[in-house]
């Protein structure tokens, strides 16, 4: 990534806000890896290239001072040699000292642009630098997060499914038809019950009344024979 391109990004970087992009996208996890990827990416190519506008910003200073320094020279020889009579002299130094000042304007331009430069390039890096170090304290935490929330959409998943596989309604009228069934099947066997006992009966009183009709019979044929 070239000075102009990094120089271009650097707004951006400056404005992303990372909570809005982990809170809009879906899988949170995989956001915060590509995003450390990203940025440690961005990072180096930041701080090569802060690097080199920090350098231009020392070199832009250094070039500013040396002329400030050789506007104050010019000034003072000119003054030197205006007090030793040489008025000739003095305008040639003190027109060198204007064509510096022309130089030391262009130069003060050259150091404002490179200090903004400079001041952007660190913000910048500084930016990336936070970014990187607090997504790497939320990373793990947040995955820990995901991975309970994916847990408990399954339990959610797995309740709704059995609340909607349980049929209370269709229970209870099983179970009254159950009841129905065993209610009906013990009024058969009472029912049974009672067919029995008039069968018992039959039986009981029929035997006894045969009984009857022999001793009868045996007491006349006594009587018949004077066995009495």
Do not use: H, W
């Not at 070039?63 to 040699?81: G, M, S, T, V, Y």
């Not at 500084?126 to 990187?132: E, G, P, T």
């Amino acid at each position: 990534m070239g000075l102009v391109d990094t120089l271009k990004r650097i707004p951006k970087i400056l404005e992303a806000n990372l909570n809005s992009l982990l809170d809009k996208c879906e899988d949170p996890a995989k956001m915060i890896d590509q995003l450390l990827v990203d940025y440690k990416r961005d990072l180096a190519d930041v701080k090569r290239d802060t690097a080199a506008v920090m350098a231009d910003l020392k070199l832009a200073e250094k070039k500013l001072q040396e002329c400030e320094e050789d506007i104050a020279r010019k000034q003072k020889a000119a003054e030197n040699a205006l007090k030793a009579g040489n008025e000739a002299d003095a305008r040639t130094l003190l027109a060198a000292k204007q064509s510096l000042e022309v130089t030391r304007q262009s130069l003060l331009e050259n150091y404002s642009v490179a200090q903004r430069n400079a001041e952007l390039m660190q913000d910048g890096y500084n930016k990336l630098v936070r970014n990187i170090e607090e997504l790497e304290q939320r990373k793990d935490a947040a995955k820990a997060k995901i991975s309970m929330a994916k847990a408990q959409e399954q339990i959610n998943r797995t309740a709704a499914r059995a609340n909607s596989t349980v049929n209370m309604d269709a229970f209870n009228q099983y179970e009254q038809k159950a009841e129905r069934m065993l209610a009906e099947a013990n009024a058969s066997a009472e029912l049974d019950s009672q067919v029995q006992s008039v069968e018992n009966l039959t039986d009981k009183y029929a035997d006894s009344a045969e009984s009857a009709s022999v001793d009868e019979e045996l007491a006349a044929l006594k009587a018949k024979l004077g066995m009495e």
